[in-house]
């Protein structure tokens, strides 16, 4: 996969609703249920992050899920890539980036949001021929107001803010012309994970799908 091919895919995952939910999963009995009320809720673009022991399982859990685009978080190294790979994941994401991490998402044909926080690390995206990256941390680097900065010099990249994203500033980064989509964990929040409400976390979902500029 070419990173041109990978940012086209890229693009067309975070199309697919206005939040990504940023997932982190204890627990792999939870990952279909999970997964169903979300994309019940007009949410299919799932990041499960390579946070906890049972992410794996969570990942290959979901994968089989109707309706679901699943993909792997917190991508850190080229045999985090491979081990998401066989789990299913059908994108990757990842905090920072390393020509060795692309190297392994290109060969295993992985798209990726890689992670970046200036325009710097943006431009040597652009050089290697990505035009879609995350935008990480958001907040803690300045929100939607460092992101409108970061897009006047350089266009023709598009991101997807995470990182102290919410319900309530979402709009902010979703009005900005550089954003494709925003990541959150408010919507799968761990004290309803764990308690099984999975009515309630479609109802975050259907909350958060209906967000716009």
């Keep these: ?20 939910p940023v997932l982190v999963v204890h627990d792999a009995a939870h990952a279909r249920p999970l997964a169903e009320a979300l994309v019940k809720g007009g949410l299919p673009a799932l990041e499960v992050t390579l ?15 109707e309706g679901g685009t699943v ?7 080229p045999d985090d890539v491979t081990k ?12 920072g980036v390393t020509d060795r991490l692309l190297d392994a998402a290109e060969e295993a044909g992985l798209p990726m949001l890689p992670g970046i926080a200036t325009c710097g690390e943006a431009m040597r995206l652009l050089d290697r021929g990505y035009t879609v990256a995350k935008f990480f941390p ?9 992101l409108k900065a970061i897009g006047a010099p350089l266009p023709r990249i598009r991101f997807c803010p995470t990182g102290g994203v919410s319900l309530g500033n979402a709009r ?8 494709l989509c925003v990541g959150g964990s408010w919507v799968a929040p761990q004290d309803k994970v764990e308690s099984g409400d999975w009515d309630g976390i479609a109802a975050l979902a259907r909350e958060a799908a209906a967000l716009s500029a």
Excluded: W
């Design 1 to 20: 996969m070419t990173p041109q091919e990978a940012s086209t895919a890229s693009e067309k995952i975070c199309r697919l609703a206005p939040v990504i």
């Design 51 to 65: 946070r906890t022991p049972a992410a794996l399982e969570v990942i290959a859990e979901m994968s089989r899920v």
């Design 71 to 77: 993909g792997a978080g917190t991508l850190l190294t």
């Design 84 to 95: 998401a790979v066989e789990a299913g994941a059908r994108f990757g994401v990842s905090p």
């Design 138 to 146: 958001a907040e803690a680097n300045g929100g939607a107001k460092a």
């Design 172 to 179: 902010d980064y979703l009005g900005l012309s550089n954003t």
